[in-house]
């Protein structure tokens, strides 16, 4: 092995390649072992570094450089997932379980490390470590459909508390180590912190909402603004001696006021879930010494178990100390506990300064990964089980069976919207090999609707209007646009075609649609790549800025001949309710079956599964009549359960659900397996802003 590491060049690019190799490999086959990709990241570093293979030094330039860009960055991403809007719709049940889910562990870890012999300022650290908590199953709980359910609402609101707090009691444990820990010394600490944090909440929600005003849609100058902001902040954590991930963490919260749920958003945790969050887990693994790893597992292991069964009792007794004051019933508080049990973002970032600061040793540490990996993996596995059971089987107010029949049904989203006049399908052409099955789909949709059909081709725009490439794009606009109208009139559905020149295709697609009063944007197919997830696709795009639903369709024969329809569905929410009626009113188009696929957890109770049974069943009467079953069926894997159903039906109707990152590590998603597996035709069916 000293052969082949001598044969490397000395190059920092060889430490990058390095974790990019693994970055890329690693996650995915741990995933697959149903182990979360965070362990095989620090597992590879473990291997890498200095206690087996030598490959990475954890002291090198680039390690230490993308360890620290990675922490930042993590606690960057876990402030940025918190909607401050959401705490102030909860903030006395957020405080509440806040309170008592730092309290209660805080105070339980610091007797723990002191019954174990630690130093007052070790023993409060530790118990520091405990106090916070990392959302790491929130997708499970969107996946579910009970975001909106108090007890998840008061844990998400909670973690603003708990990791500022965290942060704070280790600013003051940093100082009390270097000595500096006096009466006067703390309240000079905390009035500068309390500056700090309103002029980082304050300057950057202004200063971004000038910025992006000014600088309209770029998202790329969006993007770097956005990256000044956190490491801006990073550094002026530091001016006031206050640890860099606490400046990081108040640029998220500030941050996510200003990008919103939008592309920016987006890209910013996707390019910190698959570049500097992963480094930052691989580096945290090249500090882990195996013998010392093995002699926390012998001879410290008393003390690893205590810390991890501490944290999960109380945590436990956290959650059940709110129940009598706000009257939750059991499956809440055991959410409620579950979700807030996985230690990852904070307690992983406060624990490698304690190490680098000498308050805690090698020992202490590699119990606290311990600690992580363990509640990583017990948390939202307890998070899927106990979730389920606050699903709401009530359906929605529907007051017609329409395919626009709901605008009303959810304020959040539809507020102002003003849809009158026939329906409308806008249906963007750009590709003459999709555009006959796209066009069929939409003129059986506009004719069952009694609407019509507008075929819109958007060509770029250019500086000068009479640009020969601009005069050739527009001849073969107006060709595609004759023939989706001639199509059109041949399925005895009104076309009204649209020839737009603009800066932008995503824009004036859904600029054309706004201007139209369109009932549904109806797109073609196009797949995803690394650079698509990177820089977005056309079909991102439409989808964050349409007012109206969008419809993307992969169709691989005619609309006509697709007879079987399956439209799996997990809860009854008015954008899920939309979706089936989607499918319903196309099924109604052509006399087409559709079959309604429920896939439960295994530990569902009975009278639950029967209770969304019914509510299916109603949300399926109140629609079109026409054929249609329902099949409920178990599985740990529902993209599984689905693919397998789907090879008896023509098409799949899925709900659009955008990814969500926890802990800054992408997070599997039902819907894009069965995107990339199905074998059938498919339509992906999105609300606006989903």
Not at 297 to 323: D, H, P, Q, R, Y
Not at 349 to 365: D, H, N, R
Request: net charge negative; charged share 15%; hydrophobic share 50%.
């Amino acid at each position: 092995m000293n052969g082949l590491l001598n044969f490397l060049p000395d190059s920092p690019i060889v430490s990058f390649t390095v974790l990019l190799l693994v970055t890329l490999i690693i996650p995915p086959i741990f995933e697959r072992l149903r182990l979360p990709g965070l362990v095989g990241l620090l597992a590879a570093g473990v291997i890498l570094g200095p206690s087996v293979l030598g490959l990475l030094d954890p002291a090198g330039d680039v390690e230490t450089l993308l360890s620290d860009v990675g922490k930042i960055y993590l606690m960057f991403v876990a402030g940025l997932e918190i909607d401050l809007k959401d705490f102030k719709r909860t903030r006395n049940r957020s405080l509440g379980f806040g309170f008592t889910t730092f309290a209660v562990p805080l105070t339980t870890g610091l007797l723990l490390s002191r019954a174990f012999g630690f130093d007052w300022i070790a023993a409060v650290l530790i118990g520091s470590l405990l106090a916070s908590h990392t959302l790491l199953a929130y997708p499970i709980v969107m996946r579910l459909g009970v975001t909106k359910e108090p007890a998840v609402t008061a844990t998400v609101g909670a973690t603003i508390f708990t990791d500022i707090g965290a942060l704070l009691v280790l600013a003051m444990c940093v100082a009390a180590e270097a000595g500096e820990f006096s009466a006067q010394t703390v309240a000079t600490q905390l009035f500068m912190l309390g500056i700090f944090a309103i002029a980082v909440l304050v300057g950057i929600d202004w200063a971004g909402k000038q910025y992006f005003q000014r600088n309209g849609d770029r998202e790329g100058n969006q993007f770097l603004f956005v990256l000044a902001a956190v490491f801006l902040a990073a550094v002026g954590s530091q001016l006031i001696n206050v640890d860099k991930i606490v400046g990081a963490f108040l640029a998220g919260l500030a941050v996510n006021d200003v990008v919103g749920n939008g592309p920016v958003k987006e890209k910013v945790e996707f390019v910190g879930g698959v570049l500097f969050i992963p480094f930052f887990f691989v580096c945290m693994g090249l500090l882990l010494d195996l013998q010392v790893f093995v002699e926390s597992m012998t001879t410290n292991l008393a003390f690893t178990l205590a810390l991890t069964g501490t944290l999960i009792l109380s945590k436990f007794v956290a959650a059940m100390a709110t129940k009598p004051f706000y009257g939750y019933s059991w499956s809440q508080v055991l959410t409620m506990w579950s979700l807030s049990m996985p230690q990852v973002a904070a307690t992983l970032a406060a624990a490698l300064v304690g190490l680098q600061q000498g308050i805690i040793s090698g020992l202490e540490f590699n119990a606290v990964i311990v600690m992580m990996l363990v509640t990583s993996v017990v948390g939202p596995l307890l998070t899927a089980r106990f979730a389920g059971r606050l699903i709401n089987p009530k359906l929605p107010r529907v007051e017609t069976a329409s395919l626009w029949f709901d605008y009303g049904a959810n304020p959040d989203n539809h507020q102002g919207s003003d849809i009158t006049g026939p329906f409308t399908v806008v249906v963007p052409i750009y590709n003459p090999v999709t555009q006959r099955y796209l066009i069929e789909m939409a003129a059986l949709l506009a004719s069952h609707e009694k609407g019509f059909v507008i075929p819109v081709t958007v060509a770029r725009a250019h500086v000068h209007m009479d640009d020969p490439n601009l005069v050739n794009t527009l001849g073969q606009c107006r060709k595609l646009l004759h023939k989706a109208e001639t199509l059109s009139q041949d399925l005895n559905a009104q076309a009204y075609s649209v020839l737009r020149i603009d800066d932008d295709v995503s824009e004036g697609i859904t600029r054309t649609a706004r201007e139209q009063n369109a009932s549904l944007i109806l797109l073609g197919w196009s797949r995803r790549g690394f650079r698509a997830r990177l820089f977005g696709t056309l079909v991102d795009e439409v989808f964050w800025s349409s007012h109206c639903p969008v419809a993307v369709a992969r169709l691989l024969t005619e609309p006509i001949h697709i007879h079987r329809i399956l439209v799996p569905m997990k809860t009854v929410t008015p954008q899920a309710v939309r979706t089936v009626r989607f499918a319903q009113v196309f099924a109604d188009t052509h006399n087409a079956s559709v079959t309604l696929l429920h896939v439960c957890d295994r530990h569902t109770p009975d009278d639950q599964v029967k209770a969304l049974e019914t509510a299916f069943s109603k949300a399926m009467t109140e629609g079109p009549q026409i054929s249609w079953n329902l099949r409920t069926l178990p599985g740990d894997n529902p993209a599984d359960v689905i693919l397998e159903t789907a090879q008896s039906h023509d098409m799949i109707v899925l709900r659009s659900m955008r990814r969500r990152t926890a802990g800054g590590l992408a997070v599997s998603d039902v819907t894009h397996q069965v995107i990339d597996e199905a074998t059938c035709s498919l339509v992906l069916f999105g609300e606006p802003h989903t």
